[in-house]
């Protein structure tokens, strides 16, 4: 994933940013976030709900602190319909 990173973004994912990947059935999620020494990977699949995904055709979109949290909610506990 850091590859990714690298590589398709063109970024350093050594500077501390958070990226987020999906899935196209928007039912898993994997974060990845380098802390001091090594990588964080957060891997989540839910059963039945599917994830709020920012809109949009663009590969890369940043968000606050404050954005990321509810980006990562399920759409049902989003309210949004599936």
Known sequence: MAAIVEQELGHNPFEGAL???TNRRRDKIK???W??????????SLAEEKFHWPGGEEELVSLTGQQTLP???????AGSPQ
Do not use: T
């Open 19 to 21: 990226y987020a990947f």
């Open 31 to 33: 974060l990845l976030y």
């Open 35 to 44: 802390e001091d020494n090594g990588f964080v990977l957060y891997y989540k």
């Open 71 to 77: 980006a990562m909610e399920s759409e049902a506990k």
